[in-house]
T-cell receptor, first 111, second 115 residues
Framework: QKEVEQNSGPLSVPEGAIASLNCTYSDRGSQSFFWYRQYSGKSPELIMSIYSNGDKEDGRFTAQLNKASQYVSLLIRDSQPSDSATYLCAVLTSGTYKYIFGTGTRLKVLA | GAGVSQSPSNKVTEKGKDVELRCDPISGHTALYWYRQSLGQGLEFLIYFQGNSAPDKSGLPSDRFSAERTGGSVSTLTIQRTQQEDSAVYLC?????????????FGPGTRLLVL
């Protein structure tokens, strides 16, 4: 079992719709969770970080964390073509100094 | 201000040669991270420095890989006796503070191709 799992996609949504990106992780003791966006040929950039159960909102982005289910998600409201990118989920594993990344979900927002 | 810079931007080398990759973090950032990204793959975390110290080196793929940081600033990642499977983009990131809370800012990466 991979430590951090994401559906590779592509996930296609129409412009203006809500895009929902999901991530599961195996280390129950993990405390810190991150979503990065990576455009093709570019370096990742941090979108959201979340540390406690529940929702965290920042503009059009909402991160959701459910530690009991070992599940973290990212919702993008009013999706724009410029949101088309690969979204990477990252987990800081407990008791270590390592970030574990998923392989990413490719999002395509159709104009 | 200046972001994270990495050099070289591209490196082509022959199998068996040694390569050295350099990372200049954002000024004042105490934490520095090295990652590797193979084609179509997610990021593989290699090592983390807090100041000049790396608490855990177990993420390095093999003993051919080593990393150091001096003066709390520049870091080098050295790959000895390169193999074709080392071909990847090597990304460096830095953050203001510690591992758990701070935003990491990524450099443009070094694209390594081992022939």
């Amino acid at each position: 079992q991979k430590e951090v799992e994401q559906n590779s996609g592509p996930l296609s949504v129409p412009e203006g719709a809500i895009a929902s990106l999901n991530c599961t992780y195996s280390d129950r003791g993990s405390q810190s969770f991150f979503w990065y966006r990576q455009y093709s040929g570019k370096s990742p950039e941090l979108i959201m970080s979340i540390y406690s159960n529940g929702d965290k909102e920042d503009g059009r982005f909402t991160a959701q964390l459910n530690k009991a289910s070992q599940y973290v998600s990212l919702l993008i409201r009013d999706s724009q073509p410029s949101d088309s990118a690969t979204y990477l989920c990252a987990v800081l594993t407990s008791g270590t100094y390592k970030y574990i990344f998923g392989t990413g979900t490719r999002l395509k927002v159709l104009a | 201000g200046a972001g994270v810079s990495q050099s070289p931007s591209n490196k082509v080398t022959e199998k068996g040669k040694d390569v050295e990759l350099r990372c200049d973090p954002i000024s004042g950032h105490t934490a520095l991270y090295w990652y590797r990204q193979s084609l179509g793959q997610g990021l593989e975390f290699l090592i983390y420095f807090q100041g000049n110290s790396a608490p855990d080196k177990s993420g390095l793929p093999s003993d051919r890989f080593s990393a150091e940081r001096t003066g709390g600033s520049v870091s080098t990642l050295t790959i000895q006796r390169t193999q074709q499977e080392d071909s990847a983009v090597y990304l460096c990131a830095s953050s203001l503070g510690d591992l758990y809370q701070e935003t990491q800012y990524f450099g443009p990466g070094t694209r390594l191709l081992v022939l």
